[in-house]
Each structure stands twice: as C-alpha cells, then as structure tokens.
C-alpha cells in the first residue's frame, strides 16, 4: 500500500489553489542495479484531481516525472469547505486517492 | 621580433585576466541559481511524506512490549516532542551519557519496545525501494522544532566532555588523505563542485548549515539524517566507517550543534 499523499487545498483570491504531495518511486525502467539487471519501470500513469465529484484535472504523466512528484495547479470555482480528492494510478495497477478540504 | 612577441605575450595575458574574471562571474551566478533552484523546491518538499510517516511510526504500537514511543524522553519530559531537537544533543540522567536524537531513539525502541539493540540500529538509512523508520522519526520531530531557537545545553560535565571530543575530532587530520572536517570547512568560500562549503569554525556559517539538516535530498529521493551526514563526511575523506549512534558521532554532532545556538532550526530542508 502506497504511503498516503499530502493535499493542500487553499483559497488564492477567486480560485483553489491545490498542491500535492505524492510518495512514489517513480521508477523509468532505465536504470540498472548493482548487478546490471534493468530495474522494471514503475511509475504513475494517471492523474485525477475532482472537485465535489468533477473532475476539474486529468494529466496522463510518464517515466520523466521525478520521484516523489509534486503537482500544483488552480481551479475555479471552487469555495472553502469544498472537497478537492485526487487519484493516481500507476503502470502496475496500483492506486491511491485522497482527499482534501478547501481552507 | 623581440617587440612583436612582447606585444602578442601581453595580449594573451589580458586575455586570460578576462576570462578568469568571467570564470568567477559565472561561478557565483551559479551558486545563486543554485539558491533559486532550492527556493523553487521549497514549496513542495517531498520531506513532509517523510513527517507524516514518521508520526504515524510514533503513536503506533510495535515491537515485543507492543508499545508506541509517545512516552519516549527527548529531554523535554516523556512526549514531549515539539522544540526537542533544537536543545538535542543533550546528557541524559536516565543512562549517564549525552545522546543525541538518533541514538536516544534507538535507546526508546530498546527501553519501551523491547526491540533488540542490534535491531534497532540496524540499516538506519534508507535507499532505493528501502524506507526506515528511523529516517521518518526524524524528519517528524525535527519538523517540530522549526522556527525554535537552537539551545544545546552545555551545563553538565559530560556535556562539555562531548563538546571537546567533538572539537578534536573536528580537527583531527588522518585517514590515506591526511583529511580533517577542518580541510574543507575551517576554510572561507571553498567548493566541492558547484557546492558551496560552510566555514563551520564561524558562527553565522554553522548555524546555517546545521539547521538546514536533516534534508531531502532530491538527487537520492531521501531524507538525510544527521547521523548520515557524518557518516558520509567520513567516507568523502575516507575515514575508517563511523558507526552509527557511536560515541565518536555524538560528540561531534554535540561540537557541531553547540555552534549553532541561537539560531532558529528550519529543517527538514531541500538540497539538490
């Protein structure tokens, strides 16, 4: 089980202004271990980000994104007391959604 | 003839003042970029998944005595955690020795845990695909003492003992390089690469450089503890290894932290 991402769903002026915190290796499938096997590629391919239920993001992201990523967008619309969740799924299936509140 | 070449010597001089002056325009503009790189990052510092790991190890119950280490002492009273760090490394009553976060932790593990010694110090740090709990613990109670002044106490004896100690091996010289700490940071603006290296023998450079760690350090995807750091100071001078939570690694984090005083601590941090 993945560890549990960080949200932080705040109001700039008219808009939410959410940043995210993701724990993932994040792995290109490039590299090599010390015993020159290639390490299998394994990293997050999908993200949602909705707002009371709709999406208000949806990013497709690849292998060039670092570990440990950190997304940070804004969205209209949006009020305080508000629930902003976001999901990830990665290349093995593996998910991992979480939710916010707008302060 | 004579003239020609003279004149053509005193050209390429020129030259080469020139580039020399452009070489360290460059260097510094680097060094600044270096500092906006940091700032750009600051705002999502992959550390805090390290805080919020590290505080769910805390309260969870583990181990053979199937305890938490919320009653873990870090010298503030049993629990206490927030502004611990910055008065750490400290003597202990309790074992009748200074300790400092890293080998008081594994003391709790061991005391309230039952965790065996060998177990608790085993493999502190992480690496690809490998996460510790020591890393976790100490990103989360680092992270409280941000913003609070650094006060190491140097009152009791044993106290100024390590600080001592710490001295000496800070300026020891020895190893296959005939290395001390001191060769590269009892030194004014020096570099390993692009990497500015803090003068720790003053004050306003140790205290800079002693509140910005533990850190995340983005090209290994880690939080860096203290206790790594040393351990690879030793290695870059190619020391013998420097046991973890050895007497030798207290005193000199105790030499190192005492400098800092008065500073406010601002770690977990962000390095390249």
Known sequence: MADPMKIRATM?????????????????????????????????????????GKVVLSAEWG??????????FKFAGGKPGDKVSITWTDNKGEKRTDEATVS | MNRTLGGAA?????????SAAGAFAQ???????????????????????????GEGIWKKAAGPKNA??????????????????????????????????????VHCRVTLQGISPEEAKKSPFGGPGRKTDNDALVAFITAES??????????????????????KIFFHRGGPYDFACSTCHAVDNVRIRLQDLPNLTKQADAQKAYTAWPAYRVSQ???????????DCFRQQRFPHLDFTSDASIALTMFLARNANGAPFNAPSIKR
């Open chain 2, 221 to 231: 995807g880690e939080v860096r503890t203290f206790q790594w750091r040393l351990e």
């Open chain 2, 27 to 53: 260097q510094r503009s680097a060094v600044e970029e270096i500092e906006r790189y940091r700032q750009a990052l600051g705002d999502g510092n992959p550390a805090e998944l390290w805080e919020a790991r």
């Open chain 2, 146 to 167: 941000r913003g609070i002044a650094m006060a190491v106490p140097m009152s009791h004896p044993k106290e100024v003992e390590a600080f001592e100690v710490g001295k």
């Open chain 1, 12 to 52: 700039a002026g008219d808009k939410v202004e959410v940043k995210v915190l993701m724990s993932h290796e994040m792995e290109t499938g490039q590299r090599k271990d010390s015993k020159g096997a290639a390490i299998p590629a394994h990293f997050i391919q999908n993200v949602t980000a909705t707002h009371n």
């Open chain 1, 63 to 72: 292998p060039a994104v670092s570990k440990n990523p950190f997304l940070s």
């Open chain 2, 10 to 18: 005193r050209a390429a001089c020129a030259v080469m003042a020139l």
């Open chain 2, 68 to 105: 938490s280490l919320e009653k873990c002492d870090l010298g503030l009273g049993p629990g206490v955690v927030k502004g611990a760090y910055a008065q750490l490394p400290r003597y202990f009553a309790d074992v009748d020795k200074v300790m400092d976060l890293e080998t008081r932790l």
